[in-house]
């Protein structure tokens, strides 16, 4: 079969990711106040082979580096995170001059480059002085997080064309407050895990009132960056795919139908009984702001199957099917219809709205630079390939999608995994610094220059959910 060509719409944005406590370093460097995952890197245990983000990637003195690198390549656009310590050492009142002068020469020359900054308020990392005040379980870290965001805009509004509130608030929720594992690694009850939900939504709410009000960008974007499940249901029965409905409202519609209509889905409310989240009045008109985006971050599949669980909150995960390939994060199996399967999704659910794909790449942990000096890495140029055909699909099918960022710009601290995983399209030897474009860097930076790329035509559909609805 010839190649086929896969243009993308004209500005589409090209770019890559991080956030500040995986690749800054310099944890305690300039006035920064400890956070949460500072402290969590302690607990024995927490990170593999007891690594932290301490030193990251150094990126805290090696940004400009980083930025040109991005630049060469051909990239348009970065997607970085605020460390909130950085700018507030105690994440409430007097703001750290040092921090907040790092971020603006940081936006200044992302500008004068080219590069397009698209900026996240909170990738994780809250001021520990919050957290020991009860962090997301308290309902003051929401108003705290209202100021947070107030003292950014101030700085950066007049610059900084894209914001979002928040990535993937369900890890927070879930990672940081159920399972713990995750900082700040806590396991609480079903109603407090609810509860650190409702402050997320709150804050987000907040958070966009204070951007809206303080930032004099005129066209500046505002949105959040979800993480949602990509369920799938196993083929073949319909009580599987009644199941895979089910936990779409669970896990994902839980976020999106306070954000974009102002209440909980009802039916999961019900299933809650006495486990819902306290909600005084007015929070959900504060978190129904009108989003100027919605970021998406996609990795892999969720198989959902009818199987025992009797409680409707609690899915049966399908095993992994035979055969299935998977990059280095365990269980991360790669799919690529989930690209075009959650935009379309998320688009017939909630309506056309401007979406991004936020993050989608994949950890080969054996990436190295070979005899050659190079690091070939075909395995990600294929995940990142076969993803954007998707996601030209579902382009093509009517889904509004301006952007692709890979995560990530670099190997960096993934987090419980440490430095073991290695998401970048950049490698980064931890003991020199050094940084060498892998091959799928290269790879990316030709497709944004040309806006397209010439690839085998696509196999037919092949989601379940899609066959089910006809
Ligand atoms: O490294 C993380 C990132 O911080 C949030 N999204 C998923 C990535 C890979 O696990």
Not at 27 to 49: L, N, V, Y
Not at 242 to 252: D, F, K, L, P, Y
Not at 271 to 292: C, F, H, N, S
Not at 306 to 324: Q, R
Request: aromatic share 10%.
């Amino acid at each position: 079969m010839p190649n086929q060509r896969f243009d993308f719409p004209q500005d589409f944005l090209w770019g890559a990711a991080t956030s500040a406590y995986q690749v800054e370093g310099a944890a305690d460097e300039d006035g920064k106040g400890p956070s949460i995952w500072d402290t969590f890197c302690r607990r024995p245990g927490a990170i593999q082979r007891g690594e932290t983000g301490a030193e990251a990637c150094r990126h805290y003195r090696h940004w400009k580096e980083d930025l040109a690198l991005m630049k060469d390549l051909g990239l348009n656009a970065y997607r970085f995170s605020v460390s909130w310590p950085r700018v507030q050492s105690e994440g409430r009142g007097r703001a750290n001059e040092k921090g907040l002068a790092f971020y603006e020469r940081l936006v200044d020359e992302m500008l004068r480059l080219g590069l397009r900054p698209n900026l996240t308020l909170y990738h994780w990392d809250l001021p520990q002085a919050l957290e020991d005040k009860g962090g997301w379980t308290s309902r003051d870290t929401a108003l705290a997080f209202q100021d947070y965001c107030a003292l950014v805009a101030r700085r950066l509004g007049d610059r900084v064309p894209m914001w979002a509130t928040f990535n993937e608030p369900d890890c927070v929720s879930h990672a940081g407050y159920e399972s713990g594992v995750q900082a700040p690694g806590r396991r609480e009850s079903p109603q407090v895990v609810n509860q650190v939900v409702h402050h997320l939504l709150l804050a987000h709410g907040l958070g966009m009132q204070a951007l809206r009000r303080e930032a004099r960008l005129k066209g500046l974007q505002a949105g959040i960056v979800l993480n949602p499940l990509v369920i799938w249901p196993t083929p073949g029965r319909p009580e599987d795919v009644a199941a895979a409905e089910r936990h779409w409202r669970v896990a994902n519609d839980w976020w999106l139908e306070p954000l974009l209509k102002g209440g909980y889905p009802e039916e999961v409310w019900g299933w809650m009984g006495k486990d819902v989240p306290r909600v005084e009045p007015g929070d959900l008109q504060t978190i129904r702001q009108d989003l100027d985006f919605l970021g998406l971050n996609l990795y892999t599949r969720a198989r959902i199957t009818a199987g025992a669980s009797k409680d409707p909150l609690v899915p049966d995960y399908a095993p992994l099917p035979e055969g299935a390939r998977c990059t280095s994060m365990p269980g991360w199996e790669i799919f690529p219809p989930i690209m075009e399967s959650l935009l379309v999704e998320v688009t017939r659910r909630w309506g056309r709205l401007p979406l991004y794909v936020t993050e989608n790449g994949a950890s080969f942990s054996q990436d190295a630079p070979g005899p050659d000096g190079r690091v070939h890495d075909p395995a990600r140029i294929d995940y990142l390939r076969d993803h954007l055909q998707h996601a030209h699909r579902a382009l093509a099918s009517g889904v509004d999608l301006r952007g692709y960022f890979a995560w990530s710009l670099m190997d960096n601290f993934e987090w419980s995994f440490g430095y073991a995983q290695r998401f970048g399209i950049v490698h980064v030897d931890f003991q020199t610094f050094r940084r060498t474009p892998k091959d799928s860097a290269h790879w990316l930076g030709r497709v944004a220059r040309e806006n397209g790329f010439e690839a085998e035509p696509l196999p037919p559909r092949p989601s379940p959910f899609v066959q089910a609805r006809g």
